[in-house]
């Protein structure tokens, strides 16, 4: 039988987080900018969630009508401008490559619950990391580095406990992405209305260690 875990949430302080300014929710990495998302990225959006193979593991391929609707829902942050999507880029030529994202992870929905996200607080639900690369950018080591990136901002920026992450249970390379960034494998558990989502997990205790000499 698959390992499971229950879906509690740790405590947050949550009254009223400070807002971060903008330089502080600009994340930088070895090759990588991560900024928040922006209206102006809807052409990254309509490449990536055009895209059958980008969507493979995720949902379904979402039309262009429907990218533009939904555009404004993916710029709300939540927790001081702390919960909600970045756009990841290549620092050398400012190309837009992918999204990165600190989201409330759903249980019993098929999608991020948007309301979740207000500016005053932490959400009530266990926050996940996540990505999406454009296919240009697969096998160069970005989703590595990108959910590295985001979990330090998760552990140095934000008052989280852990930090969550599930897949598809076909989608091997994103796994295999999440261990090398950290995460523990959990074995099986409920998410996004799954009930066998393979689990990951990484608490501050487990990042405070991995920073150790």
């Given amino acids: 039988m698959a390992a499971t875990r229950s879906s509690t949430v740790p405590s947050l302080p949550n009254t009223h987080p400070d807002p971060l300014s903008s330089g502080a929710l600009t994340l930088v990495s070895e090759r990588l900018l991560m900024r928040p ?19 493979e593991f995720i949902s379904e391929v979402m039309s262009a009508d ?13 927790a001081g401008g702390r919960i909600g999507v970045w756009c990841v880029l290549l620092r050398e030529t400012g190309e837009k490559i992918g999204t990165a994202a600190l989201l409330p992870l759903p ?9 979740l996200l207000e ?8 926050i996940e990391v996540g990505y999406y690369l454009k296919r240009s950018a697969w096998g160069r080591g970005y989703a590595t580095e990108t959910c590295t990136r985001m979990l330090q901002f998760a552990f140095e920026q934000t008052d989280l406990a852990e930090v969550v ?5 076909r989608n091997t390379v994103s796994q295999s992405v999440l261990k090398k960034s ?6 099986t558990r409920r998410a996004y209305r799954w009930d066998e989502t393979p689990s990951f ?13």
């Fill in 37 to 55: 998302l922006a209206l102006d990225d809807l052409d990254l959006a309509l490449e990536m969630f055009t895209d059958p193979e980008v969507m």
């Fill in 201 to 213: 997990r990484q608490t501050r205790e487990e990042w405070l260690t991995r920073q150790r000499p």
């Fill in 182 to 187: 950290g995460m523990t494998h959990l074995g």
């Fill in 119 to 126: 500016d005053h607080r932490y959400p009530d639900a266990e």
């Fill in 107 to 115: 249980i019993e929905e098929d999608d991020t619950h948007w309301a």
């Fill in 66 to 78: 429907e990218i533009e609707q939904e555009m404004p829902t993916y710029l709300r942050r939540g």
């Fill in 165 to 169: 992450a599930v897949t598809d249970h």
